[in-house]
């Protein structure tokens, strides 16, 4: 089975300061990662995504995130934040050999904002 | 088409009694996705199907949790016997087949049982 940790429940930072929200996963097969994004009241929003390939991926809003297989790592990086950034962040994963989209989620990361 | 919509978008019902939630996925996608969200926690996967057939319920929470899919198009999540436990955000996602596609999600059916 796949899961997924994600190290911080809460992160604040200041306004135009960078940021690193950090995913680790689990798994004995191959994986596709995911980043979510949920702002209040609102769905899932999709990130970023590696699927294979290069190893940074980038995603949209200034987002990106580096796949690192030993670490067993996916941590999600802003070098500038903005207010409209503070949201739930999730990490997620699925088995890459089933394509079922059945996503792992790891419990989430409160970014904060502060201006 | 504005996306994954899902009905009703609250529900409050007493304990005992049997409560179904609607998906309307975007309509080229043959594959639909239900998760549960409870406070403080990512989405849990709950069921998938693939056009009408359900490929995946070994993760429902229990027997009280079924899904149907009978045209392909909208699905239902039902719950009989609700309990104060299921109180949770209902989720429903769908994607195109294969294995590159993205997950849509709907905005959620936060069901509180009293």
């Known amino acids: 089975a796949q899961s997924v940790t994600q190290l911080d429940s809460q992160v604040p930072v200041f306004e135009e300061a960078p940021v690193e929200l950090r995913c680790n996963y689990s798994?004995?097969?191959?994986?596709?990662l995911f980043w979510y994004v949920q702002y209040p009241n609102q769905g899932l929003q999709l990130l970023l995504k590696y699927l294979s390939g290069s190893t940074l991926v980038k995603g949209i809003n200034g987002f990106e995130a580096e796949f690192n297989k030993s670490q067993t790592s996916f941590h999600l990086r802003k070098p500038s934040v903005h207010i409209s950034d503070t949201a739930e962040y999730f990490c997620a994963v699925t088995r890459a050999s089933t394509g079922a989209n059945n996503l792992f989620f790891g419990t989430g990361t409160r970014l904060t904002v502060i201006p | 088409d504005t996306g994954v919509s899902q009905d009703p978008r609250h529900k409050i019902t007493k304990r005992g009694q049997n409560v179904t939630f609607r998906c309307d996925p975007i309509s080229e996608h043959n594959r639909l996705y239900w998760y549960r969200q409870t406070l403080g926690q990512g989405p849990e996967f709950l069921t998938y199907?693939?056009?009408?057939?359900?490929?995946?319920k070994s993760r429902l929470l229990s027997d009280r949790f079924s899904a149907e899919r009978p045209k392909g198009s909208f699905s239902t999540l039902e719950i009989q016997r609700t309990e104060q436990g299921d109180s949770a955000m209902y989720l429903c996602?769908?994607?195109?087949?294969?294995?590159?596609?993205?997950?849509?999600f709907g905005q959620g059916t936060r069901l509180t049982v009293v």
């Open positions: 996602a769908s994607s195109l087949g294969g294995v590159n596609t993205e997950a849509f």
């Open positions: 798994s004995s097969v191959s994986v596709y």
């Open positions: 199907f693939q056009n009408e057939a359900q490929l995946e």
